[in-house]
């Protein structure tokens, strides 16, 4: 009998001590492919502030991409604003991104931007204006001069509406920095 089941457990044993020996050099690679990744990620997002007669408007929009090389990288982005325009209206706006970036020279750089943003406007009673909540979508095409980490230039959102948009035209200015 115990010939009979010393080979399979030397099959076993064999098997046992590769897959020791696998997972060990595959757990060192993993480690060296986290820290290696970690030094292609860089960190940005847009701070705005806005006041006016009995306007406010504050945005945070943090956002990080990961380089994959000179020329190209992709990223996500987060949006929270807050505007509120007295005995007129309050809305806040929250929504994610999907921005990739590419260098065709070092100083100058392309853009495309998915956003899909939650716009949810609560109007004064007093205007009779029913209050609004969707989803609103916007793909911006960009183009920019770009000077290390800073890059600014000008976008156009394709998928711009007049009707439900939050911006008052379909081409903006932009600034970013990534450290």
């Known amino acids: 009998m115990y010939n009979l089941f010393y080979p399979i457990n030397k099959k076993i044993g ?6 020791t020996f696998s997972t060990q050099y595959s757990s060192g690679q993993e480690t060296k492919v986290k820290s290696d990744f970690w030094n292609h990620v860089r960190f940005g997002g847009n ?14 929009a943090p956002s990080a991409i990961y380089q994959f090389d000179r020329q190209f990288a992709l990223g996500v982005g987060l949006n929270a604003t807050l505007n509120s325009q007295k005995n007129v209206y309050k809305s806040t706006i929250f929504g994610a991104s999907i921005i990739g970036l590419y260098n065709v020279i070092p100083q100058l750089q392309i853009s ?15 205007l009779n204006e029913p209050n609004e909540n969707y989803w609103l979508p916007a793909l911006y095409l960009g183009a920019g001069y770009r000077s290390g980490n800073v890059t600014f230039g000008i976008r156009y959102d394709v998928l711009f509406d007049d009707n439900r948009s939050i911006y008052t035209n379909s081409w ?8």
Do not use: C, H
Request: aromatic share 20%; proline share 2%.
């Open 14 to 19: 064999l098997i046992l001590i590769i897959l």
């Open 47 to 60: 701070i705005g502030l806005s006041f006016g007669n009995e306007f406010f408007s504050g945005t945070l």
């Open 112 to 126: 495309a931007e998915f956003e899909q943003l939650n716009v949810d406007r609560n109007y004064n009673e007093v």
């Open 172 to 179: 903006a200015p932009f600034f970013r920095v990534y450290f």
